[in-house]
């Protein structure tokens, strides 16, 4: 049950080779700007390719060079939190959780109700009614932590999560985090209490 990444990434001036075995639990991934970080949770995601060899979740080929194999981001059983939230514009707070959730078959009325407790663990359960445009930085990296937990992925991909969230709230969502029933959670953070707190460390260098 690892994650299990062998080969290369190339993107302009980025020559990324990757070796890495990931095991359940929380692993967090550190490291300076440019050395690669998030682009290891676009791989995982789906939204990058691998140039040279295979990535596998859970014994399952997800990309791999030699065969062709490529399973789109929309079909993979993992989540994601951008470092900048990424919500439908025209749809509300609760909406936005339940999208997910109407992906996976719920009616307009059960995913609402399914999104609400998810809304409110993150402390945006006041904010159901408004829109993105309304809604401070940390409200909407609340609501779209929400959202990555309400797909009750296998995986679920941290990139700075806690970056726009107020210091107040940063202890009370990290605590959250690290409590998720998720099997399987890759944080990129730059706070090397984020990755005290993780079961497992990476740490990227720049070559």
């Not at 945006?124 to 009750?152: V, Y």
């Not at 679920?156 to 969502?173: F, K, N, Q």
């Not at 399987?184 to 984020?194: A, L, M, Q």
Request: with cysteine.
């Amino acid at each position: 049950m690892n994650l299990r990444i062998d080969g290369t990434l190339r993107r302009g001036t980025l020559e990324l080779k990757l070796d890495l075995e990931l095991p359940l639990g929380i692993t967090a991934i550190t490291g300076p700007n440019g050395a690669g970080k998030s682009s290891i949770l676009r791989l995982v995601a789906g939204l990058e390719a691998l140039d040279e060899g295979c990535l596998t979740l859970d014994g399952v080929v997800l990309d791999d060079r030699a065969t062709g194999i490529f399973v789109p981001a929309e079909t993979r059983d993992v989540s994601m939190t951008f470092q900048q939230p990424r919500l439908f514009p025209h749809l509300t707070v609760l909406q936005n959780i339940a999208y997910p959730l109407r992906r996976r078959g719920h009616n307009a009325t059960e995913a609402s109700a399914m999104a609400r407790p998810f809304a409110e663990r993150v402390g945006a359960g006041h904010l159901l009614d408004l829109r993105p445009h309304r809604l401070s930085g940390g409200q909407a990296q609340r609501t779209a932590i929400a959202t990555a937990m309400a797909t009750r992925a296998s995986t679920i991909l941290l990139d700075e999560p806690l970056g726009s969230i107020d210091e107040a709230g940063t202890a009370d969502i990290r605590q959250l985090l690290l409590t998720l029933d998720t099997p399987r959670v890759i944080w990129v953070t730059h706070d090397p209490t984020d990755a005290d707190v993780a079961d497992h460390h990476i740490t990227l260098g720049l070559h």
